[in-house]
């Protein structure tokens, strides 16, 4: 499975934005799918997971009720729709991809990664 990501950009604190990620491979609807970020100077961080049905959701504490993960199997992709932003959400932003569906919330899990995009909030 190869992740491409797209949507990012500057955006003002408050703002929305709607990252994706487009999938290529015959059976990436077999695949659980995660949404990490990594900001200046700190670890990648887990912010939301989909299994293969897009039926089963988690999110991180700090994006709880403002970020959506969504996935359209027919299409290919996963979406993370981010609303409310703020500059603390400052971070390049990274798709993953696993079988297992287990573990969801370590980097280590996921077997394919996508290159990243870059997500600015200006306050």
């Known amino acids: 499975v190869q992740l491409v990501e797209s949507g990012g950009g500057l955006v003002q604190a408050g703002d929305s934005l709607r990252l994706s990620c487009a999938a290529s491979?015959?059976?990436?609807?077999?695949?659980?799918a995660g949404w990490f970020r990594q900001g200046p100077g700190k670890e990648r961080e887990f912010v939301a997971y989909?299994?293969?049905?897009?039926?089963?959701?988690n999110y991180a504490d700090s994006v709880k009720g403002r970020f959506t993960i969504t996935r359209d199997n027919a299409k290919k992709r996963v979406y993370l729709l981010m609303d409310s932003l703020k500059p603390e959400d400052t971070a390049v932003y990274y798709c993953?991809?696993?079988?297992?569906?287990?573990?969801?919330?370590?980097?280590?899990?996921?077997?394919?990664w996508g290159q990243g995009t870059l997500v600015t909030v200006s306050s």
């Open positions: 993953a991809a696993q079988l297992a569906g287990q573990d969801f919330r370590r980097p280590n899990a996921y077997g394919y």
């Open positions: 491979g015959r059976s990436f609807s077999s695949y659980s």
């Open positions: 989909i299994n293969w049905g897009g039926g089963g959701t």
